[in-house]
């Protein structure tokens, strides 16, 4: 309701209400007063219930928020978060600290938290329809948040002074390979002030020297990638692989090493080779990499000599398919099974065989599961649902693990899939057909993964240690919730322990259909456990916030002034006091003076 009709109304109605109740001649003495008492009590219940303006249009208080990240002691002083903090303290007596968490309570001598997160402040904020001044150093980590605040918040800025410092920012190294490659590892650099003099970056593995290189000197802002080629030392394990920057070489200490996990020694691998390249091999590659914790290659030949790698299909030459295929802890190979050897010869401990149509093939319809090591995993599909296959050949040798007719025959079944144990675990998988299970999704689908993960698993022989969750991305740093990639089962045990600490840290990781979930961040070091049973080491580097960065952000308004509104009646706690003692007073009046 408009303020002055509104208020009009409310002073006619305390009016009325009062001639009504207090005619002239009813009362003498008392009349005026009673009258004055019953108007200003109508008037104030009015006001609250229709939540009348009440003086001046001005903007609401604003909400302090001051950013608590440890990136204000990056350069090692400590003026500039003083300054902040007595801005914080200046413009409200309650402040909200926010970085990894959103907090109020005293503003502490030294901030630690290890994210910058304005978005959670902006959300409360925004429900409240709050404005927020931010006190930052304008590292934020999600800065674009800032465009959701409500108009007329404001932003300030205090940024750091530029020290000599350089920072590691990521790397690019290969997750894994055998004794005596040679592989090539680079950094990124990044210099705050500027640093005019070169240092060395050292690469070491598990301890172990393996190369060193030179970094330029920088001039303020400036970027550097710096690359080793470098052979793998002797030895089998999961190790660790860092990058570092000599000690005492700059301001900031906790920047000049990144760590990732290395595998090196004999290492498991999937090898996918097609001579007839079709729907069902891509559909297999698809599953493969999706449910096997492992690297999984593919090589198809267009023409004869000539190989493609899947991916970004470049061309490779059949002696590298050969080479894969003998390295594969897992090889699958369709079409011309000879094509890079015989099967026999090939010195892998596992294949998967695969026969593609040919020409006006018949349709075949599945009729049993035998008993055989699939079982389990295919004892559970509904055959009837499944759709009809395109007849190749029978499944020879081994025992029946899939059957199927031609038409609606209820005889004459072959075998279109058998399983061979003995020096080399073997799956044929004849028929053609099986991506029009996965197309059709459902029951048919999950007939296809249990096809091909049960396969998988009894050929590499450690049903679900393949398959253990895996983290996603290789450099995992302090104060950012640590992702893992879903294994064989939907939860998974976790323990891991830090170097230098005895306590153990046990985590549950539960996944739902969409493969990844999160677990609440490490501190920065090297963590060693299980997860699901399969050994894992997992370096955490130091938190991006003691990383330099080029600051976007400028104080000021963010998203226009400040629509100025009126307090409402409702928002006055004493009016409801006033309320209650206008009418509890003129009722005490009304009894001294005679009237009920």
Do not use: C
């Not at 000197?217 to 030895?235: N, Q």
């Not at 599953?287 to 493609?308: C, E, S």
């Not at 296809?448 to 050929?459: E, K, N, P, R, Y």
């Not at 004493?574 to 509890?584: G, H, N, Q, R, S």
């Amino acid at each position: 309701m408009s303020e002055l009709p509104g208020w009009g109304i409310a002073i006619g109605a305390g009016a009325l209400v009062a001639w009504i109740a207090y005619p002239s001649g009813a009362v003498t003495r008392l009349r005026p007063v009673l009258i004055a008492l019953r108007v200003a009590a109508v008037v104030a219940m009015l006001a609250l219930l229709l939540d009348l303006a009440i003086g001046s249009a001005r903007p609401p208080a604003p909400l302090i928020a001051l950013d608590a990240s440890a990136s204000w002691l990056r350069t090692g002083d400590t003026t500039t978060w003083r300054a902040a903090a007595d801005s914080a303290r200046a413009a409200g007596a309650s402040v909200l600290l926010f970085g990894d968490s959103v907090r109020s309570g005293t503003i502490p001598a030294a901030p630690g938290d290890l994210a910058s997160f304005i978005g959670p402040v902006l959300e409360r904020a925004a429900a409240a329809g709050q404005r927020v001044l931010v006190v930052t150093d304008g590292l934020l980590d999600d800065g674009d948040a800032l465009q959701q605040a409500v108009a007329g918040s404001r932003l300030v800025v205090l940024p750091g002074k530029p020290v000599p410092d350089r920072a590691l920012l990521d790397l690019s190294v290969p997750g894994e390979a055998r004794a005596g490659d040679t592989i090539m590892l680079s950094v990124r650099i990044l210099a705050d002030g500027a640093t005019p003099a070169p240092t060395a970056l050292r690469w070491l593995l598990d301890g172990t020297v393996l190369a060193d290189a030179e970094v330029p000197a920088l001039a303020a802002g400036g970027e550097a990638v710096v690359e080793s080629r470098v052979v793998v030392p002797p030895g089998d394990s999961i190790a660790v692989l860092r990058a570092a920057l000599p000690a005492g070489a700059d301001a900031q200490p906790r920047n000049d090493t990144l760590a990732v996990t290395f595998r090196r020694g004999a290492r498991q691998r999937v090898v996918i080779v097609s001579t007839a390249p079709d729907a069902d091999i891509r559909d297999v590659a698809t599953a493969l990499r999706a449910n096997v914790a492992l690297p999984t290659d593919a090589f198809y030949r267009i023409a004869p000599g000539r190989w493609l790698r899947d991916g970004a299909l470049l061309p490779v030459e059949e002696s590298v398919v050969r080479a894969a295929v003998r390295g594969a802890s897992l090889a699958v190979l369709h079409g011309d099974t000879t094509a890079v050897g015989a099967p026999a010869s090939l010195g892998t401990r596992a294949l998967l065989l695969l026969a593609p149509p040919e020409g006006d093939s018949p349709e075949l319809l599945v009729r049993a599961a035998p008993s055989s090591p699939l079982q389990a995993a295919l004892g559970g599909i509904v055959i009837e649902s499944l759709p009809p296959l395109l007849a190749v050949a029978p499944a020879r040798g081994g025992l029946t693990a899939l059957s199927a007719a031609p038409g609606m025959a209820a005889t004459g079944a072959m075998p279109i899939v058998s399983v061979t144990d003995g020096a080399v675990r073997r799956v044929l998988i004849t028929a053609a057909g099986y991506s029009r299970w996965r197309a059709r999704g459902g029951v048919s689908e999950v007939a296809f993964q249990s096809l091909i993960g049960g396969a998988t698993d009894w050929l590499l022989g450690a049903r679900g240690l393949a398959a253990a969750p895996s983290p996603v991305g290789a450099l995992q740093r302090a104060g950012v919730p640590v992702r893992w990639r879903r294994g064989a089962k939907p939860q998974a045990a976790v323990l891991l322990s830090r170097d230098g600490d005895r306590a153990v840290r046990r985590d549950t990781l539960s996944f739902a259909e969409a493969g990844e979930t999160s677990m609440a961040p490490l501190d920065a070091g090297i963590w060693r456990g299980t997860v699901d049973g399969a050994a894992v080491v997992l370096p955490v580097s130091s938190s991006r916030e003691w990383l330099p960065g080029t600051i976007t952000l400028r104080s000021g308004l963010l998203n226009g002034e400040a629509v100025p509104v009126r307090r409402g009646a409702r928002s006055l706690g004493w009016l409801y006091l006033a309320t209650v003692l206008l009418l509890a007073t003129e009722w005490l009046l009304r009894r001294r003076a005679g009237l009920r």
